[in-house]
């Protein structure tokens, strides 16, 4: 019998002296997740070093390691570990990784993790090592991403997060032969507005404008505590573009009332009275820093009615806050304080507690290991064991008391006692907060008749839409749905993304869902207030007023945005014939002051300008059809020259569109157009 022993190349020995370096790296010499992480456990707490924003419902961050079997448990026991070298190695990268970035949170490490487990089946015939990856095997990966997961959001994201392990394992020199593996999957398409997946996007983003109705419908019948600030919350979300987290962790203390101050000093109306502004005051989940959030004067009312609600049903839930934070080694119980050994009945209990009969009361005192007396009758315990269980509780509630406000908890605005927005009774001598969970039922219910239902506040009203389905909504779609109002009504880039709490103003665009009609709606209005210039304004200008309605409804018929702005070409009647060159298009609109729109603008003239360089090389040593591109690239340089000066030009007010190439070539160059005389009449 032949015995077939497997040789162990060099580029594998190599490689493998790599990952156990890789791995000792991050074991012995990161101090990433704190020195007192376990390794070689399934699953690292990294609570204090990636905390999630104080409204989420849970306050332990887990990273598991491990397969996808049993992957909904909560726990380490019963989950299957990703096998090593593998799963070493995936600690060891995501280590390095917050080695690197501190201020990185749970959602890329999570991802990278999720990843992981995809990657891992492609190994099990070569004992789970890494150093035997191979290209195939990240595209065997995302063979199985696409038949497990539907979402093409998620499905890109878990690309980029193998791509970044592919680009790790390489760096490191941890596989036998260095590879640039690239994501499979396409990012999703997020700037289309027109066609049918522009259109469900919108209709998935946007609350429809019944269930706006219905909410308002709704706030006028609650009378339970719980709804009450439950919609207080939901009211807050139509005064700005919160997001859930900024809402309920709000100090009480957060309304601010300025006097309005332009150029000339402090504003006064006609009458002398000092014109006011009105905000809130709170902490954005992505900024380090306290903010304030400015509510239009229209919701004003609104938004005071809503802080106003929320101050007088959480009053009770603070003051006793206020009584743990007065007396540090005790704990609240109704009635007369006997000491320590006063006895209370298990009827006494079921009512202090909320409890909804006396066998509930039985379960929570066994729950929580507190003894009690069956010598007696009736059944008693003591005030002592009762203390111990409630101030545990109280202490445990310290996912928002020491975080980076400073924020007590008889501060927050949110406290609430204890199951109160559950359908389990309310414990009056215990505290909770207000979590993103709460709210999210209240808007969308959860779970199903069989695994007991979360019924929504639409759900317990009986309220359906036009399809005869129960209503829903998620907080998230009124940061969009305030945002794309902005939008449409042509407010400045820079406001929308100051108002929204963001620090990149490229990000509204996620949040931009107004359609390609209403864009050229938008655009007809600019170009009848005098607020686009160039060659069609012009031409716009110099017909008689009757006529000027039908030109402006001819040349935006529709629109489309593109990287660098506006496209008014109507594609609904033909293809573009100019894809991919906006630049040079005589239906490419500018708009001034978009500084995404500028940023990419210059980008694309520093490439044309190192191309055009090129291309005069290879004309020089003799390339064939060298000139062509010259000439292409020279074009592209002028109008992106063009394009630049329009975001520089002083003279300009920003939000202004223009059109920087004419069909008729007399381009846009400062603050005339070319070939127009001193009057500004066509030459």
Not at 261 to 290: L, S
Not at 332 to 348: F, K, R, V
């Amino acid at each position: 019998m032949t015995n077939i022993v497997d040789l162990v190349t060099s580029p594998q020995r190599s490689a493998r002296q790599n990952r156990d370096e890789l791995i000792r790296e991050a074991r012995e010499d990161c101090a990433a997740f704190g020195d007192q992480l376990d390794f070689d456990a399934i699953g690292w707490n990294v609570s204090r070093h990636c905390p999630r924003p104080g409204g989420k419902a849970g306050r332990k961050v887990m990273l598991y390691f491990a397969t996808h079997e049993n992957g909904t448990k909560k726990g380490s026991a019963e989950r299957t570990p990703l096998a090593d070298p593998f799963g070493s190695v995936i600690k060891a990268i995501i280590r390095l990784k917050k080695d690197g970035n501190p201020k990185i949170g749970e959602g890329p490490l999570g991802i990278l993790v999720r990843a992981s487990r995809y990657l891992a089946t492609t190994l099990e015939d070569r004992g789970y090592d890494p150093c035997l990856l191979v290209p195939a095997d990240f595209d065997a990966a995302c063979e199985t991403i696409k038949a497990r997961t539907a979402s093409k959001d998620s499905r890109y994201r878990l690309g980029v997060a193998l791509q970044e392990i592919s680009t790790t394992l390489s760096r490191h020199r941890v596989t036998q032969f260095a590879f640039e593996w690239q994501n499979a999957f396409d990012r999703p398409e997020t700037t289309s507005r027109v066609g049918k997946a522009a259109e469900a996007n919108r209709k998935k983003k946007l609350p429809d404008e019944e269930i706006l109705d219905e909410l308002a419908r709704l706030s006028h019948l609650i009378t339970d505590t719980s709804d009450l600030i439950l919609m207080a919350a939901v009211k807050l979300f139509h005064c700005a573009p919160w997001r859930i987290g900024e809402v309920n962790t709000l100090p009480a203390d957060c309304w601010v009332e300025r006097q309005k101050i332009d150029d000339h000093g402090p504003v006064v109306d006609e009458d002398g009275v000092p014109v006011m502004r009105y905000g809130i005051r709170y902490w954005p989940e992505k900024a380090e820093q306290a903010d304030i959030k400015w509510i239009p004067t229209a919701m004003v009312p609104v938004a005071r009615s809503a802080l106003d609600t929320l101050m007088a049903h959480t009053q009770g839930a603070r003051d006793l806050a206020k009584w743990y934070e007065s007396h540090p080694s005790r704990a609240w119980l109704p009635g007369a304080d006997l000491g320590p050994s006063q006895l209370y009945t298990i009827e006494q209990v079921r009512e202090m507690f909320g409890l909804s009969k006396r066998s509930a009361a039985y379960l929570w005192l066994k729950n929580r290991s507190v003894p009690i007396d069956r010598s007696t009758t009736p059944h008693t315990v003591t005030r002592r064991e009762l203390e111990v269980v409630l101030l545990d509780g109280w202490h445990k509630l310290d996912y928002l008391d020491g975080d980076r406000r400073g924020l007590r908890r008889s501060n927050h605005l949110f406290l609430t006692f204890a199951n109160q927005h559950s359908y389990r009774g309310t414990n009056r001598c215990m505290l909770g907060f207000t979590t993103d969970q709460n709210i999210s039922d209240f808007l969308s219910g959860r779970g199903d008749a069989k695994d007991g239902k979360v019924l929504s506040i639409f759900e317990r009203f009986g309220s359906t839409g036009s399809d005869g389905q129960p209503m829903r909504v998620n907080s998230h779609a009124f940061r969009h749905w305030l945002n794309t109002l902005a939008q449409r009504s042509g407010v400045n880039d820079l406001l929308v993304a100051r108002w929204s709490g963001r620090s990149e103003v490229s990000q509204n665009s996620v949040y931009d869902h107004v359609s390609g009609v209403e864009l050229a709606e938008n655009a007809r209005d600019l170009m009848a207030t005098g607020q686009v210039m160039g060659a069609l304004a012009d031409v716009h200008d110099r017909l008689p007023p009757t006529e000027r309605e039908g030109f402006r409804d001819t040349v935006f018929a529709t629109a489309f945005v593109t990287e660098i702005g506006m496209c008014d070409a109507d594609f609904m009647s033909a293809p573009c014939p100019e894809i991919g060159a906006c630049a040079t298009c005589e239906h490419c609109n500018i708009k001034k002051g978009d500084e995404a729109g500028r940023e990419r603008s210059q980008k694309d003239l520093e490439d044309s300008r190192w191309l055009h360089d090129r291309a005069i090389e290879e004309e020089g040593e003799g390339a064939i059809g060298a000139s062509n591109y010259i000439e292409a690239h020279r074009q592209r340089i002028e109008s992106l020259e063009r394009i630049v000066a329009i975001h520089d030009d002083p003279k300009i007010p920003d939000g202004t569109w223009v059109r920087p190439n004419a069909a008729s070539r007399d381009h846009y160059c400062g603050p005339k157009l070319r070939g127009h005389n001193e009057e500004g009449k066509g030459a």
